[in-house]
Nanobody, 115 residues
């Protein structure tokens, strides 16, 4: 059974930092691209960042220079370090594990940034 469990969300003031974690089980972690997505109230889910098995990364323009995605294949865990947080970063953040024909999602963790 595949499980993706996010943690690390919470309430933070603008300018602050949070680090999200996504612990995966039931998959061969190293072959999956790991992504972080977010969904703000009333908006569509959007890609925040993705890291492929080999370590290449891609970021949404809105978070470039502020967020860093990483992974630890030995611990089956992906991370999202979020710095210089803004109120517009407030959303539920979801972890995704994907290959060309498979897609798994976590249940999400809420990040709230107060102004």
């Amino acid at each position: 059974q595949v499980q993706l469990v996010e943690s690390g969300g919470g309430l933070v003031q603008a300018g602050g930092s949070l680090k999200l974690s996504c612990a995966a089980s039931g998959i061969i972690f190293s072959i999956y691209a790991m992504g972080w997505y977010r969904q703000a109230p009333g908006k569509q889910r959007e890609l925040v960042a993705v890291i492929r098995g080999g370590g290449s990364t891609k970021y949404a323009d809105s978070v470039k220079g502020r967020f860093t995605i990483s992974r630890d294949n030995a611990k089956n865990t992906a991370f999202l370090q979020m710095n210089s947080l803004k109120p517009e970063d407030t959303a539920v953040y979801y972890c995704n594990a994907g290959t060309y024909d498979t897609d798994y999602w976590g249940k999400g963790t809420l990040v709230t940034v107060s102004s």
